[in-house]
């Protein structure tokens, strides 16, 4: 039994092959087109797993994707819709890709891959909830995704147990942690999906000083829920993150390449301290629905170490397992996992403790196009 999972057309394209409940190969498609995050349909990765097996495409026997096209194409015609007719110049140019893109995913998919056999869509916080629960080893844990959004859902968790995942729980667009992140992250002159990781080094830098500016961004629980204050954001509603009313708030806008300053650093710790927050009322609130004491983080969100390091230090969690590739990369992985444990009722599990990607010789690393 041969699944593939891919993902691809957002960010971090990549392709993951299962062989008889084994993955095999796993490796995103930025390693071979050399374009980090790369969101290009993930052919070269694909291509590397089928000849790391010695496998042909139509012997792959299930496809999964990391996404469910039509509930994406919902959310976006609705926020459309919603918004118009303030987003009309904005999604204009964008409609037909949607159409293309999100309503003819199958055609496209089989196309591109000259593919026959069964194609799967995984809802993406399932494809993140599988990536960190299925491979982690746990018989029972709570599983918690965080990420800028998937098809609606932003933030989601619930419970794995053998070979079964329950996601009770979620907040939906436009709410998300995630693109307040990279809200923040544009702001900070960084590139969007991109340059979080740095926005999170930053903050090791500053003071919380913002605390106050952000209680008109975001309205945090006690029990971690949380809404963004959509007046001071464009991403709902355009291709743009902010709202110049953002800058009313902070007045450090800093476009790339600008010299970053004390201002800067102390916004990325608020931040960071906003969203840690949130993380860590999130978790708790988790552990008193659930009871248990392990918990398994998937999403984009769930590559902030900072954040994952306080749950597990200062919540009733005593065992955590991360999906490392917790971005949308990883996603593929769980679509393969998903398909093989939740779809095809596989009570067998893998656990992650290899490495699955790409591996070069020295010679090849010598004479890469790195060093020219
Ligand atoms: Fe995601």
Redesign the pocket.
Known sequence: MNILGI?CF?HDSASALMQDGKVVAAVEEERFTRKKHSNEFPRQSVQYCLDHAGIKINDVDYIGF??IPKNKFDRLINTHLHYFPQTYEQFKPFAALWFMRNLQMENVLRNELKYENELVFVD??L??AASAFLPSGFDKSAIF?I????EWTTTAWGVGEGHKINLSHEIKFPHSL?LLYSAVTYYLGFKVNNGEGKVMGLASYGKPKFREQFRELIDIKDDGSFRLNMDYFKFHRGLEMIDEKFDSLFKCWRKPGDELKSEHEDLAATLQDVLEEAILKMANNIHKQTGLKKICIG??VGLNSVANGRVLKETPFTDMFIQPAS??AG?SLGSALYIHNCVLGNEDRWNMDVYSGHSATHEEVKNSSMWS
């Open positions: 993902s957002y990391y996404e993406h916080h494809a993140h995704t990420d800028g959004v998937g995630g999403g984009g971005s949308d996603s």
